[in-house]
């Protein structure tokens, strides 16, 4: 079961974990800090599931969780230290899917991930389809499985949500710092050589041999694109 997650987290070493953890499931993860841009993000990206801490700068959980219920059914788990049940209540009742007070396990978290977006069906890429076809390529967000011209090919969780992000617009360039941002979101440690590193793992992968196509295309100066026509062979 893959899906896309968004996390606002505003502790640095809390939501490293969270993403190690939820990636190791197969899931997209993007990072936010604060709540405004877990707004933003929820608004713009779509996310499956959202795990949402209640005590985020600019604007908090709760009232993150209040206004994003009226706009969208995504399942939300709040993440709060405040364990009086007059809190727990208050997030459950602004439409919050269920909670974890801290300190908690990440390996509960994953179950209760697991759980709600077994509950609410949304694996798999939020609105957009599950199944994304660009030219020979297909991607099966929902079982995290890609193939180019029939063909399996196995990448890793890096690569699958870079690959998934040019194809949801395919033909469209986006710069590496974009990349990092819809794929790597609030780790500041990421490098843009070290998308340049997956994306060139990722050709090696998708291509049908060392003389094949390659669908994903440089763009120099600029960035990546996946090729929404032909594809000729490199040069």
């Known amino acids: 079961m893959s899906a896309r997650i968004l996390v606002a987290e505003d502790d640095a070493k809390q939501s490293r974990l969270i993403r190690i953890y939820l990636e190791r499931e197969g899931h997209a993860v993007h990072v936010v800090a604060d709540g405004r841009a877990a707004l933003e993000r929820a608004r713009s990206a779509r996310p499956d599931l959202i795990v949402l801490d209640v005590m985020l700068p600019l604007v908090d959980g709760l009232d993150v969780c209040r206004i994003l219920r009226t706009e969208s059914d995504v399942p939300i788990l709040l993440l709060t230290a405040r364990v009086a049940e007059e809190d727990m209540l208050l997030g459950l009742d602004?439409?919050?899917?269920?909670?974890?007070?801290?300190?908690?396990?990440?390996?509960?978290l994953t179950a209760r991930v697991r759980a709600l977006l077994r509950r609410s069906g949304r694996s798999g890429g939020g609105d957009g389809p599950a199944v994304l076809r660009v030219g020979e390529v297909e991607l099966d967000t929902a079982r995290f499985e890609?193939?180019?011209?029939?063909?399996?090919?196995?990448?890793?969780?890096?690569?699958?949500?870079?690959?998934?992000?040019?194809?949801?617009?395919?033909?469209?360039?986006?710069?590496?710092?974009?990349?990092?941002?819809?794929?790597?979101?609030?780790?500041?440690?990421?490098?843009?050589?070290?998308?340049?590193?997956?994306?060139?793992?990722?050709?090696r992968k998708l291509a049908t041999g060392p003389d094949g196509p390659r669908p994903v295309e440089t763009v120099y100066g600029r960035g990546y694109r996946l090729a929404d026509g032909p594809v000729s062979a490199p040069s």
Request: no cysteine; proline share 5%.
């Open 146 to 203: 890609v193939r180019v011209a029939g063909r399996p090919v196995e990448l890793t969780a890096k690569e699958f949500a870079i690959l998934e992000t040019l194809a949801r617009e395919p033909g469209r360039v986006f710069t590496r710092a974009q990349i990092i941002e819809r794929v790597f979101g609030f780790d500041r440690d990421v490098l843009e050589r070290t998308v340049d590193a997956h994306v060139m793992n990722m050709r």
């Open 94 to 108: 602004l439409g919050a899917d269920d909670y974890l007070t801290k300190p908690y396990s990440p390996r509960e």
